[in-house]
């Protein structure tokens, strides 16, 4: 098992950048595909972006496309989503999640509790 702490949430104004973080710890992070996803008030989670286990590909959903960065470091267990030009439709929950892949929610079996992300008009 994995288990997964995000941070680097907050309050931002509109046009601002966040560097959100989330540790792994347990089994080691790079048996394992990584992604963020995201969930607004009333919306269903939605898929941001994914990289493979060493980082030789991402993926990213179309709100993510040209603004934000998904990068791990495997000797840190740490994955990282960069966001920038951000948005208040980017205001939501971020969840760090592992597994084996996709840009379904089926495809990774351990999650984090999840970092809010606001950003201000």
């Known amino acids: 098992q994995v288990q997964l702490v995000e941070s680097g949430g907050g309050l931002v104004q509109t046009g601002g950048s966040l560097r959100l973080s989330c540790a792994a710890s347990g089994r080691t992070s790079s048996n394992y595909v990584m992604a963020w996803f995201r969930q607004a008030p009333g919306n269903e989670r939605e898929f941001v972006a994914t990289i493979s286990r060493t980082a030789g590909s991402t993926y990213y959903g179309n709100s993510a496309k040209g603004r934000f960065t998904i990068s791990r470091d495997n000797a840190k267990n740490t994955v990282y989503l960069q966001m920038n030009s951000l948005k208040p439709e980017d205001t939501a929950v971020y969840y760090c999640?592992?597994?084996?892949?996709?840009?379904?929610?089926?495809?990774?079996?351990?999650w984090g509790q999840g970092t809010q992300v606001t950003v201000s008009s």
């Open positions: 999640a592992a597994g084996s892949g996709g840009s379904r929610q089926a495809g990774y079996a351990y």
